[in-house]
């Protein structure tokens, strides 16, 4: 009650009291027009205005609009990125872990056909592409092994504690003690097959550069690889400057269908069955065609000729009795006579020779 009689005004209500418009630097900075119509004024029942009695001008309303705008684009991003963030999180909890006994692959022990490094080459491929640590790995160890491999694993299971010992281990019990120089015996060895593509090649080569200790320098690697490529490929190649592995594999792929192209122009025939355009296809003259067929024929005839005048001077007929053909060429009358031994008048079923003999 005191406090109401010092101050009478305190609880005072105008209805037609105009609040002042504070001057702040913050909202006149990005509108530079905010006193041009300070007569303007907002209508009472804007709904920005949460008191219908107090009246703000035009240009304080707009920078009220244009924060407005502002803090609903800051929600709406907030909003997408929240959903972002859930999507990521469903698709990660999505991907499922396939276990190691269903991958398929397993050592065991022989690395002549499946060598240490291939194995584990492989098996790191698999862990990451079927979401496994390494620890779930280590445990789901014993379903890589069989055989003889199983047998190693088995004894040396309880003296290694993680996935890296263990390959620490395998390499150190299946490799040997100078593997990388019979690695680099075998890499200049290895040479480029009659049919193996060069793409393929030269993959297979940088794998083997790959499993040494040290992996060499890209110039010596490329002087490996186009000393072991074909001829065909290496003497093309060897008049150019090589400087890059893209290079030399971009010019092999130029090289491989220039030699493509040429032969299948050799091996080309006109009398192929099937012409998409036959009026395009060459077709050779008729005299020329004529002239092929009647060398073809005359090489029959004398090969006929040859097979039928192989027999020996001293050869009997047993057919006419005479010397110089056998009785498979005779020309004269087939006469009754066995055709092992050519004894007449009888055949080889009822030869008195032959049967004496058998």
């Known amino acids: 009650d005191e406090s109401e009689e010092e101050h009478p005004n305190f609880n005072r209500r105008e209805s037609n009291v105009q ?48 924060l407005q705008r502002e803090f609903d684009r800051l929600r709406l991003f907030q909003n997408s990125t929240a959903a972002n963030e859930h999507h990521f999180e469903s698709t990660s909890s999505t991907s499922k872990m396939i276990p190691v006994c269903k991958w398929g692959l397993t050592f065991s022990g022989d690395t002549t056909s499946y060598g240490v490094n291939s194995f584990l080459q492989r098996v790191e491929e698999l862990r990451i592409a ?8 280590f445990s789901s160890a014993v379903d890589l092994f069989s055989g003889q491999g199983l047998i190693w694993f088995r004894a040396v299971r309880n003296r290694i504690f993680n996935w890296d010992q263990l390959v620490t281990k395998l390499r150190y019990d299946f490799l040997p003690s100078n593997f990388d ?29 790959d499993r040494l200790t040290e992996n060499p320098s890209e110039s010596t690697r490329l002087k490996y690889i186009i000393r072991n490529l074909q ?21 092999c792929k130029r090289l491989e269908e220039t030699r493509l192209q040429n032969v299948r122009y050799r091996n080309s025939k006109p009398e192929s069955s099937v012409k998409l355009e036959p009026d395009l296809m060459y077709q050779p003259s008729k005299k020329q065609h004529l002239n092929v067929s009647a060398s073809q024929s005359a090489n029959k005839s004398s090969n006929f000729q040859k ?18 053909h056998t009785f498979h060429t005779c020309l004269k009358d087939i006469k009754i006579f066995c055709f092992v031994c050519g004894n007449p008048d009888y055949y080889y079923s009822q030869c008195p020779k032959c049967q004496s003999k058998n």
């Open 19 to 66: 609040l002042p418009i504070a001057s702040s630097t913050r909202l006149r900075q990005p509108l530079p027009e905010i006193n041009e119509h300070p007569e303007q004024l907002v209508e009472p029942g804007h709904p920005h205005i949460t008191n219908p009695g107090v009246q703000l001008n035009v240009e304080t309303q707009r920078c009220i609009d244009n």
């Open 130 to 137: 079927r979401h496994v640590s390494k620890d779930q790995l």
């Open 181 to 209: 120089d019979e690695l680099w015996d075998e890499i200049k060895r290895r040479k480029q097959g009659q049919e193996e593509k060069p793409t393929i090649f030269i993959a297979s080569m940088l794998n083997l550069f």
């Open 231 to 251: 001829p065909y490929y290496a003497t093309q190649l060897s008049l150019m400057d090589v400087i890059s592995l893209d290079q030399l594999q971009r010019l």
């Open 307 to 324: 097979r039928t005048n192989t027999a020996k001077p001293h050869t009997i007929c047993y057919n006419c009795r005479e010397s110089g």
